[in-house]
Structures are given as structure tokens and as C-alpha cells.
């Protein structure tokens, strides 16, 4: 490389040094052609900058044996294990929307689709978890769609909210000042909804005691499917 080279490639080093670039992106911006799969497997990459970052926090802790330090190594733990439930998360939602894509026009999986996300999500969650994600997400998407084809649904729409709580689904209500005979007319038909739809709303007390709690606002029902 000529000097002229040189200065121009030297603040993108500066950046890589100080870990806001990545090798490749460093290459790439100095104008040299780096094929896609020098970037690294995956999970490379990540160990790559995780392995940078405890370099560089090792570098700024207190001095070892104090509590300053423990207090510090333990923030750091509480760090990396907050990244694990995002990308836990990302994984849950890559898993789906794969899963969606691997469909028919009928919504019915391709022939070994789901031994193929199985596999692919080997390592980051097991063939159990796998299948809970799926599961869900079939109860999510049916739920939805019987409220959205029903007109009675529609003037409680706004107080109700179909959600993914962990390996379930919910239904919570939000009552918003309105009063507890009108909150109870417009639960009891979206409960009937899920029935027609060959899905079950209850929670952890006394199943007569359903459309009560939910029209208060108290709790929220568990959407299953229907035995």
C-alpha cells in the first residue's frame, strides 16, 4: 500500500481498534473485495464482540477484591444475561416467521419443515421449546383471526388485547372506567368467539368465575386449545 493508502484507511482502523468497526467493514471501506463467508460462522461474530467487550470492561473494573468489583462483575452478568433474553426473544420470532414461510397455500408445513427448524435451532433451544413456539403462534393466529371475521368483537376491541405471555396466550381486558355489567356484555360474546373457534379461555381460579374477572380487569384468561 502506498502512504496516500494508508492515511485514508487509518481513522476505519482507529474505529476497528475502538470495536465500532468490524474487520470486514474495515476491509470493505478500504475498497477490497471480502467474500460474505469471511465474515464468520454464526455466533462468530457475537463471541467475536462479546470477547472484545470483557476486554474492555476488564480494563475499567475496580481494583480486584473489592466490592467495587464484585459489584461491577455482577453488573456486567446482569448485562450479558439481558442480551440472552433478547436474543432468545429474536429467535422466538425468527422461528415463527421461518415456520409461516415454510407453508403451503393452505397454511399446511412443507414435507420435513419442522424437523428443519428443529435442527436449525439446535444449540439456541431444544426440540420441546421449538414445538411450544409453534404451538403458540398457531393459538395466537387463530385467536386473532376469529375476532377480526366477527362483528362482535368489534365494540370491545379497543379494551381487549390477544397477547404471547412466555409459552401462552392471553386475553387481557381493560376495563377503562367502563362499568362492570357493560365490561361483562361485551367479554361473555369474545369468549363465545374463541369456543367457535375451537379454543379455550380460562384462568388459575374457579371456571364460573371466568367472565367476571375478566371484565374487571382482574386477570387475564390462558387461550388453549379446546380438549
Known amino acids: 500500500m502506498t502512504r496516500a493508502q494508508v492515511r485514508e484507511v487509518d481513522t476505519y482502523a482507529e474505529a476497528w481498534s475502538n470495536g465500532r468497526r468490524t474487520l470486514i467493514e474495515l476491509c470493505r471501506l478500504a475498497g477490497w473485495d471480502v467474500p460474505g463467508h469471511v465474515a464468520g460462522a454464526p455466533g462468530e461474530v457475537m463471541a467475536y464482540h462479546l470477547n472484545r467487550g470483557l476486554v474492555h470492561v476488564r480494563g475499567h473494573r475496580p481494583a480486584r477484591g473489592t466490592t467495587d468489583c464484585v459489584r461491577a462483575v455482577a453488573a456486567d452478568i446482569v448485562a ?115 369456543r367457535d373457534a375451537g379454543l379455550s379461555a380460562a384462568w388459575d381460579g374457579p371456571s364460573h368465575q371466568l367472565l367476571d374477572v375478566l371484565a374487571a380487569g382482574k386477570e387475564d384468561a390462558t387461550i388453549t386449545r379446546a380438549a
Open 80 to 194: 450479558v444475561r439481558r442480551l440472552l433474553r433478547q436474543l432468545d426473544e429474536e429467535l422466538r420470532e425468527d422461528l415463527v416467521a421461518a415456520d409461516r414461510a415454510g407453508r403451503d397455500e393452505n397454511g399446511e408445513p412443507q414435507r420435513g419443515h419442522c424437523e428443519d427448524l428443529v435442527r436449525a435451532a439446535e444449540g439456541g433451544m431444544s426440540r420441546v421449546p421449538v414445538f411450544k413456539v409453534l404451538g403458540v403462534a398457531d393459538i395466537l393466529g387463530d385467536a386473532q383471526e376469529a375476532y377480526a371475521q366477527d362483528a362482535p368483537a368489534a365494540p370491545c376491541s379497543p379494551h381487549c388485547a390477544l397477547l404471547r405471555a412466555g409459552d401462552n396466550v392471553v386475553l387481557r381486558v381493560d376495563p377503562d372506567g367502563t362499568s362492570f355489567p357493560a365490561a361483562y356484555n361485551w367479554v361473555a360474546p369474545m369468549v363465545e368467539l374463541l
